[in-house]
Every structure is written in structure tokens, then in C-alpha cells.
């Protein structure tokens, strides 16, 4: 049982380049997310999707898109790369409810993006 | 649109002290509030989470409490020891519930002096 996995772990691109962040969870959880943590702010979502074929807008989606074609896969793309998203990447998976209750989200190790 | 916020930014304290870090959220319409460890490069560890009819939450060493109608959740760390050395974050549900992702405080950078 790997948990939530991310690849890759580190990228660095030019300006303009594009490139996709891979998400895998092997929990069957329902819920994914994608994060990024910059110094000083904190950490901000993006998008989230809560069931294969589902996303939604989080709070900073704006140069970013994703897709959930399958349950346990979450992409993150970024179609034309800009210093600003410059970044550490999260991704999160949750079961969602259970009995009403939400439960936790599980987080993978991280990607580290360097845009120049 | 929920914001968090920890005090303090940072803290050293000589091991074996007892130590409480603050969380205080603006909309108090949550259903929960979690607290997660994350130690330096890597990814994030959920430590605790309280729903919105629980008071407190223990697990070991570690309390968690959550009074939301002054917007305040605390994370008590009794006996504390250099392992326990990471940054703690709050987190709160985005808008107030649901499984729409998490608002993340700026954490509180911790470290236990041996």
C-alpha cells in the first residue's frame, strides 16, 4: 500500500514550456486534491475532484487544468509555464464521508517545481 | 472566504516542556478542524482531527481542542521531546464544509532543543 504517490519529484522548465503532475493513490479514496505551498503563504488549492470524472475550481486554479479520468489518478497540467507557479505541489486524497463524518486527507511527498 | 491564522510563527522550547499552539478561524460554520505535522521536505502528516460536535481530540501525547463560537482551536503538546521538532499547520474546510480542500494556517515552525 504506497498511499499517494507523485511524479515527478522534482522539475525544473523554461518559461512557456508545459508539463503534467501525476497523482496516484491506491486507498480507492473518492476525494483528490492538488495543492501548492509557497513561502510565506501557506498552502493554497487549486483544483479538486470529488469522484472520477468530476473536478472543481479551488482557490488559486488560474494557469493550471486537471483531469480525473480514472479514480485512482489525479493530473495536474500546466500548459504554458510561468516563474510565478514556481512551487511546491501537494496532492491529497480523502474517502470523503463515512457514517457523515468527513475523514482526513492523505498526502503524498511532494513536487518541487522550478520555473525559470 | 475562511482564513486561518497561527500564533506563533515559531517556537524553540527546551525538551520536556509542556506547549500550546494557537489556530483561530474566521467562519465558524465548519464542520471540522484538522492538525497536521510536515517535516522539512517532505509532505504532510494529519496529526488530528476534531468534527464540529467534538470539544477536544487526544492521541498520545498530543490534545487538540476546538471552541467555534470564538473561532479558536488549540494543539497542546505535553512533554515534548526533539523529535517532536516540525512545523504544525491548522487547516479548516475551504468554505465552511464539504469536500472541497482545505485552508491551510501559515504553521507554527517548532523545534525541541535536547
Known amino acids: 500500500n504506497a498511499g499517494v504517490t507523485q511524479t515527478p519529484k522534482f522539475r525544473v522548465l523554461k518559461t512557456g514550456q508545459s508539463m503534467t503532475l501525476l497523482c496516484a493513490q491506491d486507498?480507492?479514496?473518492?476525494?483528490m486534491y492538488w495543492y501548492r505551498q509557497d513561502p510565506g503563504m501557506g498552502l493554497r488549492l487549486i483544483h479538486y475532484?470529488?469522484?472520477?470524472?468530476?473536478?472543481a475550481k479551488g482557490e488559486v486554479p488560474d494557469g493550471y487544468n486537471v483531469s480525473r479520468l480514472k479514480k485512482q489518478n489525479f493530473l495536474l497540467g500546466l500548459e504554458s509555464a510561468a516563474p510565478s507557479q514556481t512551487s511546491v505541489y501537494f496532492c491529497?486524497?480523502?474517502?470523503?464521508?463515512?457514517?457523515?463524518?468527513?475523514?482526513?486527507?492523505?498526502f503524498g511527498p511532494g513536487t518541487r517545481l522550478l520555473v525559470l | 472566504k475562511q482564513e486561518v491564522t497561527q500564533i506563533p510563527a515559531a517556537l524553540s522550547v527546551p525538551e520536556g516542556e509542556n506547549l500550546v499552539l494557537n489556530c483561530s478561524f474566521t467562519?465558524?460554520?465548519?464542520?471540522?478542524l484538522q492538525w497536521f505535522r510536515q517535516d522539512p521536505g517532505k509532505g504532510l502528516t494529519s496529526l488530528l482531527l476534531?468534527?464540529?460536535?467534538?470539544r477536544e481530540q487526544t492521541s498520545g501525547r498530543l490534545n487538540a481542542s476546538l471552541d467555534k463560537s470564538s473561532g479558536r482551536s488549540t494543539l497542546y503538546i505535553a512533554a515534548s521531546q526533539p523529535g517532536d521538532s516540525a512545523t504544525y499547520l491548522c487547516?479548516?474546510?475551504?468554505?465552511?464544509?464539504?469536500?472541497?480542500?482545505?485552508?491551510f494556517g501559515k504553521g507554527t515552525h517548532l523545534i525541541i532543543q535536547p
Open positions: 491529497a486524497s480523502s474517502p470523503g464521508y463515512s457514517a457523515g463524518i468527513q475523514e482526513t486527507q492523505y
Open positions: 486507498m480507492n479514496h473518492e476525494y
Open positions: 475532484s470529488v469522484g472520477e470524472g468530476t473536478t
Open positions: 467562519d465558524s460554520a465548519i464542520y471540522n
Open positions: 476534531i468534527q464540529s460536535s467534538q
Open positions: 487547516a479548516a474546510p475551504y468554505s465552511g464544509g464539504g469536500a472541497d480542500g482545505l485552508t
